[in-house]
Structure formats: structure tokens, C-alpha cells
T-cell receptor, first 116, second 109 residues
Framework: DTGVSQDPRHKITKRGQNVTFRCDPI?????LYWYRQTLGQGPEFLTY????????KSRLLSDRFSAERPKGSFSTLEIQRTEQGDSAMYLC??????????????FGPGTRLTVL | GEDVEQSLFLSVREGDSSVINCTYT??????LYWYKQEPGAGLQLLTY?????DMKQDQRLTVLLNKKDKHLSLRIADTQTGDSAIYFC?????????FGRGTSLIVHP
């Protein structure tokens, strides 16, 4: 069990550029979540997948944001036409709802995005 | 929706006990979590408690749950400088937990 991994760990981009982040969940976990965290706040839910299906999206997820989990394993989060307000830590978490598991979420190290 | 509140700061001396408090609003919350976040890192799960329990102990950590008052606490015994971090409380009713703003624990030598 190698834990949840995210790539890149840091991304600096100019306003208007597109960025894409990747998350690799714990291998047997079928649920994957994306959160955004700004300074002094807790994580805010963006979206989640069960296997390859995107089951819920927060109203925070504007139409510039899109997430995919094409084979039910890794996921990508893309932000188009980045704005300075998109600067934040983007956290990925995964959990399992199989068998007797408690659906407890385990987090990755995050991707810190800075939009100049 | 769910609202989770925590005090923002706690300062303790090394070796003392720390108690971090949290309140939540949704009485149907079934799982309550404590996560730890160090600077620049993701959230590390410390412990969780199911709503039909009122206490859970795990080494230096003790979680107390008062369902009537919707109050959760995390006690860290023999606090060490390595415990300095931000501690997040989270409450989950269905499948998406709601997080508090975090309590910054500062441990003085």
C-alpha cells in the first residue's frame, strides 16, 4: 500500500493558461475525491468518483474545471483559463466502500497551484 | 448543510496534555474524524469515531463524543514538539465529510 500520490506537487502558471493535475489513489479504493484548500481553511469538496463514474460535483466546480477517471484508477483534474483566484492546494483522497470498509478517506500530499 | 466549528489556535507546553474541541450541527453525522496537517503537506488521518461510541483511545490520542451537544474533542497526552500542526475535525453524514477550519496547535519546549 503506497498511499495516495499526486503529481505535480507544485505548479506555477500564468493567468489564462490551462493546468492538469493527476491523482493515483490507493490501489483497491473505488472512490476518489477532489478537494480545494485555501489558506486558513479546511478542505472544500469539489467532486467525487465511484469507479469511473463522476457522481457528484460541487457548485464550486465552475465550467472551467473538469475531472476524469477514465479507467476507474487514476484521475485528472484540469483547470482551463486559470485565474488568480484558482491559487490553492488541490487535494485528492480515496476510500473504499467494499465489504466492511468504513469509507474513510485517505489524502494525498496535494498539488499547490500558484497563478501569477 | 453541515457546519463544523473549531477554535483556531491552541498553545501548550511540551509534556502537557492538549485538548482540541469541535462542534458540528448535523445530528445525523455517523462518522467523525480527526486529521493532522503539517506545513505544505496533505491531511493525515489520526483517528475516527462512529456515532454510536462515546470514547475511543488510541495510544496518546483520546477522542470523546457528546452526541447530545454535538461536541467532539481530541486529547493528546504528553504533547511533543512534533505534534505541532493543524488539526482538522470532520463530520460525515452521507459520503462527503465537512471539515472545520482547523486548529493550529503550537507546542512550546
Amino acid at each position: 500500500d503506497t498511499g495516495v500520490s499526486q503529481d505535480p506537487r507544485h505548479k506555477i502558471t500564468k493567468r489564462g493558461q490551462n493546468v492538469t493535475f493527476r491523482c493515483d489513489p490507493i490501489s483497491e479504493h473505488n472512490r476518489l475525491y477532489w478537494y480545494r484548500q485555501t489558506l486558513g481553511q479546511g478542505p472544500e469538496f469539489l467532486t467525487y468518483f465511484q469507479n469511473e463514474a463522476q457522481l457528484e460535483k460541487s457548485r464550486l466546480l465552475s465550467d472551467r474545471f473538469s475531472a476524469e477517471r477514465p479507467k476507474g484508477s487514476f484521475s485528472t483534474l484540469e483547470i482551463q483559463r486559470t485565474e488568480q483566484g484558482d491559487s490553492a492546494m488541490y487535494l485528492c483522497a480515496s476510500s473504499s466502500v467494499a465489504g466492511l470498509s468504513t469509507d474513510t478517506q485517505y489524502f494525498g500530499p496535494g498539488t499547490r497551484l500558484t497563478v501569477l | 448543510g453541515e457546519d463544523v466549528e473549531q477554535s483556531l489556535f491552541l498553545s501548550v507546553r511540551e509534556g502537557d496534555s492538549s485538548v482540541i474541541n469541535c462542534t458540528y450541527t448535523d445530528s445525523s453525522s455517523t462518522y467523525l474524524y480527526w486529521y493532522k496537517q503539517e506545513p505544505g503537506a496533505g491531511l493525515q488521518l489520526l483517528t475516527y469515531i462512529f456515532s454510536n461510541m462515546d470514547m475511543k483511545q488510541d495510544q496518546r490520542l483520546t477522542v470523546l463524543l457528546n452526541k447530545k451537544d454535538k461536541h467532539l474533542s481530541l486529547r493528546i497526552a504528553d504533547t511533543q514538539t512534533g505534534d505541532s500542526a493543524i488539526y482538522f475535525c470532520a463530520a460525515r453524514g452521507s459520503y462527503i465529510p465537512t471539515f472545520g477550519r482547523g486548529t493550529s496547535l503550537i507546542v512550546h519546549p
